[in-house]
């Protein structure tokens, strides 16, 4: 099982960026993916999710609105568009999985997730 996430890098404010989160070794058709972040001297939190039975989404709030995410089944991975980015979305971006059920209590949890790919920086200054 690996996932590998890329995309990032520096953007000025109100600008875009798409995060990959190319996986393998499973099918993000059947499991979960999470996006998470950590910026320095915070703790990691959940950013964005999507299920791998029906497809549904979920953001945490400073996020809604302006962060999408999707999933390419043909290529197996999964997206996180990112519009109006700000300052203080600055931080490393990771994806995770697991293979056990993730409920909505939980999906935010990162001990939750056994399975994290390397992490890519996002910088949003101008």
């Known amino acids: 099982v690996q996932l590998q996430a890329s995309g990032g890098g520096l953007v000025q404010p109100g600008g875009s960026l798409r995060l990959s989160c190319a996986a393998s070794g499973f099918s993000v058709d059947y499991y979960p993916i999470a996006w998470f972040r950590q910026a320095p001297g915070k703790e990691r939190e959940g950013v964005s999710y999507?299920?791998?039975?029906?497809?549904?989404?979920y953001y945490t709030d400073s996020v809604k609105g302006r962060f999408t995410i999707s999933r390419d089944r043909a290529k197996n991975t999964v997206y996180l568009q990112m519009n109006s980015l700000k300052p203080e979305d600055t931080a490393v971006y990771y994806c995770a999985t697991d293979f056990e059920p993730v409920t909505i209590a939980t999906m935010w949890v990162p001990w939750r997730y056994d399975y994290w790919g390397q992490g890519t920086q996002v910088t949003v200054s101008s």
């Open positions: 999507i299920s791998g039975n029906d497809g549904s989404t």
